[in-house]
């Protein structure tokens, strides 16, 4: 009698030029491209693996290849916008400010509480902070384009170090357009 074995999400580390990322691959959709080091990786990866009923295995994927080869792209100054296909593995409120992520465009900012009124509840703010915090999916979901209302740097998985640098280079990005 064969034992059905568990489900697997592939993973692999990138090496970006602002840290190492952890990505996951689920049956063809990225559910993790998470900073490698945060404080959080231990409750993340809890809630991915229970939510999805699968364990991480190191592997190659076409599609963890291909979200280097976007990531390579995207800190090259190429790609303002990933064409991957994604799994938000959350709870239906962290899957709306997620999603509401992936609407502020690149090289923009957004703060807390505008983001909390976008998703029309604008007393939710530490709520949609908290969201904001669990984001599996850093870079691809935006969330280092959310900053505080004095418009500082506050809060990131991967450091206000990494934060700056990717907004630099968002908005660097932009004006050599010009």
């Known amino acids: 009698m064969q034992l059905k074995s568990e489900p697997i999400i592939q ?8 840290g190492e990322l ?8 990225l559910c993790l491209c ?10 993340v990866d ?14 190659d994927t076409p599609l963890l290849v291909e979200t280097q080869k976007q990531l390579e792209a995207y800190f090259s100054k190429k790609l303002t916008v990933f064409d991957l296909p994604l799994l938000l593995v959350g709870t239906e409120f962290q899957q709306s400010v997620w999603n509401a992520l992936l609407q502020i465009p690149y090289g923009k900012t957004q703060t807390y509480l505008g983001l909390s009124k976008q998703l029309n509840n604008p007393k939710a703010i530490r709520a949609v902070a908290a969201a ?3 984001n599996a999916l850093s870079i691809i979901v935006p ?16 450091g206000l ?3 700056k640098k990717l907004l630099v280079l968002e908005q660097e990005s932009q004006l050599e357009l010009f």
């Open 132 to 134: 904001n915090g669990a």
């Open 34 to 43: 998470d900073w490698r080091y945060r404080k959080m990786r231990t409750e």
């Open 46 to 59: 809890t809630r991915i693996q229970k939510g999805l009923n699968a364990v991480f295995e190191e592997a």
């Open 11 to 18: 993973t692999q580390i990138y090496s970006s030029p602002v």
């Open 22 to 29: 952890l990505l996951g691959d689920y049956n063809n959709q």
């Open 143 to 158: 969330c280092h384009r959310i900053i505080g209302s004095n418009q500082e740097l506050i809060g990131y998985a991967g």
């Open 161 to 163: 170090t990494a934060k």
